[in-house]
């Protein structure tokens, strides 16, 4: 097929990251996208004196959403902070921000939490059975039940936005998390227009070589969070041209229009 030179489509023996695009790729359909984070969401540095003093700085134009704003030419919004759970994020972080304005609603989300939430304050991760699908204010107090009602609240906003759940990747002891990443599966087929950004499953495994070349102390570089954003959209990129038809109109996403005779 002619455009098979131009493009990978429905190629069944294709693996995620195996084509790390440059650009943005097809990641670039999307115009606004919201990125919902903790520090590594941020663009965190972690500074270190000669005194032995830790200092932590979120310095966003190095975050890798900000990064993915450039290559795509998009805009892309910082909805993050160091040390966020969603947990916080439901509880007043967002609306101190004002981040559920009417400003601020995107076509598409990346969502990256959870290792504040379940690897640092222990949080019980919870399951699908804690989602009040009718009204988020009645989700349970576990990870799954914060994590979804951001999820609900922002269809709210926008019912047709893309939703990419990111899990955590591999380090040289395994998965940090495998109930994270069972959770983020579950999610994405519990809530309609969401997909899974698999990490744990297809990101290369964060270990000693790793953090050489990518970390500064306890946290990414500039490179680690380039090559994150690399990551990010190339898998956004893989999903879209394994689904044209379910991308075909972002196009019309925050607006009245539609077509009814292909699939939204």
């Known amino acids: 097929m002619e455009l098979e ?114 690897l640092g304050q222990k949080q019980p991760v919870g399951g699908v059975g804690d989602i009040d699908l009718a009204d988020w204010r009645n989700n349970a107090d576990t990870f799954a039940g914060y994590y979804a009602a951001i999820v609900q609240r922002l269809k709210e906003k926008q019912p047709k936005a893309r939703f990419f759940f990111v899990t955590m990747p591999r380090d040289e002891n395994g998965s940090p998390s495998p109930e994270h990443t069972a959770l983020l599966h579950e999610l994405a087929e519990l809530f309609e227009y969401s997909y899974v950004i698999d990490l744990d499953r297809y990101a290369p495994i964060y270990d000693g070589d790793f953090r050489r070349r990518f970390y500064l102390g306890g946290h990414l570089s500039a490179a680690g969070y380039l090559f994150t954003a690399r990551m990010i959209e190339s898998y956004i990129d893989f999903i879209i041209r394994h689904d044209m038809d379910g991308f075909r109109q972002i196009g019309f996403v925050g607006t009245e229009w539609y077509n009814v005779g292909h699939k939204w």
């Open 5 to 118: 030179k131009y493009f990978r489509f429905d190629d069944a023996d294709e693996k995620p990251l195996e084509r790390l695009v440059t650009d943005g790729g097809l990641c670039g359909i999307f115009r606004t996208i919201g990125c919902v984070g903790d520090s590594l969401s941020s663009g965190e540095f972690e500074s270190l004196d000669e005194d032995g003093n830790v200092g932590y700085h979120d310095l966003f134009e190095y975050s890798w959403g900000q990064y993915i704003a450039r290559d795509c030419g998009c805009r892309v919004f910082n909805f993050s902070r160091g040390g966020m759970t969603a947990k916080e994020y439901m509880e007043g972080f967002a609306e101190a921000n004002g981040f559920w304005e009417d400003d601020k609603v995107c076509q598409a989300y990346i969502i990256a939490l959870g290792v504040n939430d379940i």
